[in-house]
Nanobody, 129 residues
């Protein structure tokens, strides 16, 4: 059973930084597809940053490249999202995501060969101006 538990959200001012963590079980953080998504006031879940292959390829969502960094500690089976130069439009609920096979998972988002269908409960990020 896959379980993803996010932590590290909070409230910061514009220009601040936060580091989110995702403790994973039932899936290895070194797996082919792991990532972070976010959901803002429009209630649309969108890509923040994801690793989509064992070759180190990283996909970035709109406006986060250069500010957000994804990393993993495979010994701790933990995924991280370092967020710098935060803006009010970065506010929302951030979800850790892992790949699911066809027939498994929910709210599936597909990027390349990655089918993200396992989700954590989310952690809230609020950036004030």
């Amino acid at each position: 059973q896959v379980r993803l538990v996010e932590s590290g959200g909070g409230s910061v001012q514009t220009g601040g930084s936060l580091r989110l963590s995702c403790a994973a079980s039932g899936v290895a953080t070194g797996a082919r597809c792991m990532g972070w998504f976010r959901q803002g006031p429009r209630n649309v879940r969108e890509l923040a940053v994801a690793m989509i292959g064992t070759d180190g390829r990283v996909l970035y969502g709109n406006s986060v490249k250069g500010r957000f960094t994804i990393s993993e500690d495979n010994a701790q089976n933990t995924l991280y999202l370092e967020m710098n130069s935060l803006k009010p439009e970065d506010s929302g609920t951030y979800y850790c995501a892992a790949e699911s096979q066809p027939g498994y998972g929910t709210r599936v988002h597909v990027f390349g060969n990655c089918r993200f269908g396992y989700w954590g409960q989310g952690t809230q990020v609020t950036v004030s101006s």
